[in-house]
RNA sequence: GGUGCCAUCGCCAAGUGGUAAGGCCGCAGCCUGCAAAGCUGCUAUCCCCAGUUCAAAUCUGGGUGGCACCUCCA
């Protein structure tokens, strides 16, 4: 396995500190909001990371926290008259409901910041004892960036540039304009809980190593854990903060290797919460089935920015067709675990930084192949076992083609519509068998007035929704 | 202003020193009652200029044009 390490900016062949073992650590969302592309994006590469990486015979341990403990979380609370916790719950739920709609499977560990208040709260009496925080008068607990020779390391910034950007009225109780928070005070009654040096919430940055210490970290290792990934708007300040609070509370260093997804803009922009312009997974998931969303957004290399159009999409949608179709053909034959070495070929690729492009070539050449072959006449008994192979390893792998392949043609068409249109397909058979071209063409058009593509195989008509 | 990324066929997009993958669209053909689907064939020298090299889309320098981060963000 190769991975490009954000951080060292080169690809580097992936080592796991402990042989056969792999722990990986991603930002989660904050839950307040429903999800947007951005977020599946982000979940869906590590998705397929954790994937290739079983594949690949390691064992994975993935943590992807929830942070639920948020300044905007009480915000949104506030002008909702709801409690923290209903929308917390709430948009928990509906990321969950909808990871899955995109293949994203569960994470093996999934901490929540107000479940872990008391790693966070450990480690910043760590950060106090080894002088590399400070508390203000305020009852504020910052992190002494001054402290820490390393700071910045990550981002590759400067110090004295940072604090001559600092655009925020700084707070007069900070000894540093770059130092950040990492416990602040609450004094008016707000959602807060105790601490040592009052009552408070904790940073932003502080949730994420405290849990990774507490849920991955071992004793002893150089490193907390293998893989830390996220977003690309996440190495500053987010992970360059987190780093530092790590490297000065224990005795290793955060992460082996940083992975930064790309991002998803919308018409040429960043998608994003202060622009407005984001695309929620929820509207999206109504127009497009999930998969077709997950083929799409795992198209382009992950470490690409993303350019979402949904003509696009329907191009992406078109390619996935093809495999499904394919499934189509081989319908019902028994599920193959065979080696073949289209698998090797296909895992060769995908350990290359996750090369999903060049993967999606190989396996549009494999569909072309078969179909060629399946073609021509014979029985083709050893090519349908290996085919189907060559497809479960693609749906385990990448999340590809792993629905009934009827029903992924049939996405949005209710109940109704479907009876109708056996209705018409059966008046159409039956002009067709009396060799009345004129009405069974004309049965064709209305059907295809309704969003449907009708083909006639040897096994009968079958329809596909457009 | 600082830091960094990117520029490949009409569109999407791999390839990062050895002579341009794949998909969508388009055209032609096979198949089909006709279609659809499937298959076959056809379609780019890689933003510009200079340099290094036997060899460059791929390295170096200089342009031009996009974008991101530096503020909550995946």
Redesign the pocket.
Known sequence: MHIYDSVE?TKRKFIPQEAGKVSLYV????VYDNA????A???LVFDLLTRVLQADGLDVTYARNI?DI?D?IIKKAQELGKDIQEITDFYTDVFHKEMQAIGVRPPDIEPKATQNLDAMQSMIATLIENNHAYVTEDGDVYFDTASDSQYLSL????QE??SK????ASSSMKKNPAD?ALWKSVKDGSVSFSSAYGAGRPG?HLECSAMIEKHLAKPNTAFSVDIHG?????????HENEAAQTRCSSNHALANYWM??????IN???????LGN?FFLKDALKEYDGEVLRFYLL???Y?????F?T??L???K??L??LY??KKRLFGLAVSEEKTPFQEQLLSILK??L?T??A??L???M??????T??TPGKHKLLKRETMANLSFIEQVLGFGVKNPFEYFQFGVDAQTKAHLEELINK?NLA?EAKD??Q??KI?EEILALGV?????PNG?FW?KI
Request: aromatic share 6%; hydrophobic share 25%.
């Open positions: 900016k930002c989660g969302p904050t947007h592309l951005g977020h994006k982000s979940a942070t948020d905007k981002s590759k910034r400067f540039e940072e950007q600092e655009r925020i950040f932003w996220g977003g690309a708007d996440l190495l500053f300040p987010h930064h997804n790309g991002f998803v803009n040429g922009e960043k998608m994003s919460k202060s984001s198209g382009t290399h470490r690409s920015n993303f350019n159009n003509q696009d329907q191009s992406a078109k390619r067709d093809k179709r394919l290359d930084d090369n492009s060049s999606n070539a396996i549009d050449e569909i072309a192949k078969t179909n060629e399946l073609d159409r067709k071209f004129a069974s063409d064709r593509n009708l083909m006639d195989t008509t596909e």
